[in-house]
């Protein structure tokens, strides 16, 4: 995959597509098939880009039957091994940016994202002039179903915490349903993003921010997964609250807008 800096000269999209779903899987093979066909049969258009990272269940196996059936709109990114979610939509926005998809959508493989909620992302971004649509549970209208009181707490924590910490006005900012329109991810200095966890969501809300985009949060229902197992560790836990020092500390005493932006291409 090329640097981010070089594929607007090197490989520049002959054609625009209109709008991708990035799904990041690792042992996801109850879900993956169930919700490959969720999204196709909305016919809202989107296209799936899964990026599985050598999953020992076989989910990758699962997506290449599949895409026997949906070989024009499905597509598969194998990885070698567990490089964690952050690395994973990275790989994904820069194939989707080199494809040349307008929209590029991010969502859990596990039916915590409701895929009927594509839509309403993909309208905030192309009818609404969002630069960045944010599923969000903790505005009017959001719901969170079925969590257990501590992960609702952590979660709600860690939205209060970084909002606290970097003043950022997104209610959700670790949410991980979201879409983007092409432009705020080619704008970003993709090889400067360095967390992988939930501190990957809070830095990719907080690069759009620094950049002067429109972030616009759209209520969901977000409901706890039922089938596989969460990826959720102390190590994603610890990434966070240490990662939000790092960035008020980046954004405070080093120039974080010129740090995160693609200089080589559009003024932002
Ligand atoms: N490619 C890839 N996907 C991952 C990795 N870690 C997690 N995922 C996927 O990312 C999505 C979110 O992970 P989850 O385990 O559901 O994490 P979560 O939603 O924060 O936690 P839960 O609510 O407990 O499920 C799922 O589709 C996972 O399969 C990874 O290292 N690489
Ligand atoms: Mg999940």
Known sequence: MLPTKYYYYFAAPKRRLEKIVIIPTYNERDNIVNIVRAVFSLNTGFH????????????????KELQQQFSDTLFLEE???KLGLGTAYIHGFKWALQ??????CEMDAD???NPADLDRLYHAC???GADLAVGSRYIKGGAVENWPWDRILL????SFYTRMILWMPVKDPTAGFVCYRRETLEAMNLDKITFVGYAFQIEMKFAAWKLHFKIQEVPITFIDRKLGVSKMNKGIVKEGILG???LRFMSLFKD????????????V
Do not use: C, M, Q
Not at 155 to 158: D, E, F, I, Q
């Open 79 to 81: 990885r070698k091994g």
């Open 256 to 267: 974080y807008h010129r740090k995160i932006k693609n200089h080589d291409f559009a003024s």
């Open 99 to 104: 494809k040349g998809y307008r929209f590029i």
């Open 48 to 63: 799936i880009l899964v990026i599985d990272d050598g999953s020992p269940d076989g989910t990758a196996e699962l997506v």
């Open 111 to 113: 039916f915590s994202h």
């Open 126 to 128: 192309k009818a609404e």
């Open 155 to 158: 979660s709600k924590g860690a």
């Open 244 to 246: 939000v020092l790092k």
